[in-house]
């Protein structure tokens, strides 16, 4: 069965640095992947998603993220952080063909300090 | 993407009562999903709910506790039955938007039960 694996439960960063964010996933063939941020009380936002092409996918809020199939990861990165972004993020995948159905990783927590 | 909406944003329910959450989407989709987080948890599939079909359930999860309706194309709902504290959750709908499997997500519904 597909799965996908987040790492880092809590990463804590300062204000203006680099973020890093990993996800590895496990499945067969290519999958849809997705990054969705979770801010307190909110809903989930789609940051970016990688279907084919350009392995490197930019997305919202200065958010970019890598598709390396020999490492089957798809890492979320940004250059300089903003306190706006302490949320929880989700990477997640579609790898059911027709039923569209994602399967998510557990979080990671993210806390940017000022 | 598109504007979900759910109803009710939070509530605060006594055990063994029941809830309906409906959610609303703005434009007409054929794939429509219900989800649920408890506290500190990733999302976990309830079920799918497509129109003119019955809902289709995830393991762990029946009818019986989570009915669902899908009346029509914008329009859905997930009742919780007979509520226990462990209920105690953020249930969210989505809707799946292209033909890749991008879903976007409605804000949540808040539910604790005492």
């Known amino acids: 069965a597909q799965s996908v694996t987040q790492p880092d439960i809590h990463i804590t960063v300062s204000e203006g640095a680099s973020l890093e964010l990993r996800c590895n996933y496990s499945y067969g063939a290519t999958p849809y992947l997705f990054w969705y941020v979770q801010s307190p009380g909110q809903g989930l936002q789609l940051l970016l998603k990688?279907?084919?092409?350009?392995?490197l996918v930019q997305g919202i809020k200065g958010f970019e993220a890598e598709f390396k199939r020999s490492q089957s990861s798809f890492n979320l990165r940004k250059p300089s952080v903003h306190w706006s972004d302490a949320a929880e993020y989700f990477c997640?995948?579609?790898?059911?063909?027709?039923?569209?159905?994602?399967?998510f990783g557990s979080g990671t927590q993210l806390t940017v300090l000022p | 993407s598109a504007v979900i909406s759910q109803k009710p944003s939070r509530d605060i329910c006594q055990r063994g009562t029941s809830l309906t959450i409906q959610c609303q989407v703005d434009?007409?989709?054929?794939?429509m999903f219900w989800y649920r987080q408890q506290p500190g948890q990733s999302l976990t599939l309830i079920a799918t709910?497509?129109?003119?079909?019955?809902?289709?359930?995830e393991s762990g999860f029946v009818i019986d506790k989570f009915p669902i309706s899908r009346p029509n194309l914008t329009f859905s709902t997930l009742t919780v039955s007979n509520m226990s504290p462990e209920d105690s959750s953020i249930y969210l709908c989505s809707v799946v938007l292209g033909g890749l499997g991008e879903q976007y997500f409605g804000p949540g519904t808040r539910l604790t039960v005492t």
């Open positions: 709910a497509n129109q003119g079909s019955e809902a289709t359930y």
């Open positions: 997640a995948v579609v790898t059911s063909g027709s039923a569209r159905q994602l399967t």
């Open positions: 434009s007409q989709v054929t794939m």
């Open positions: 990688y279907f084919s092409g350009d392995t």
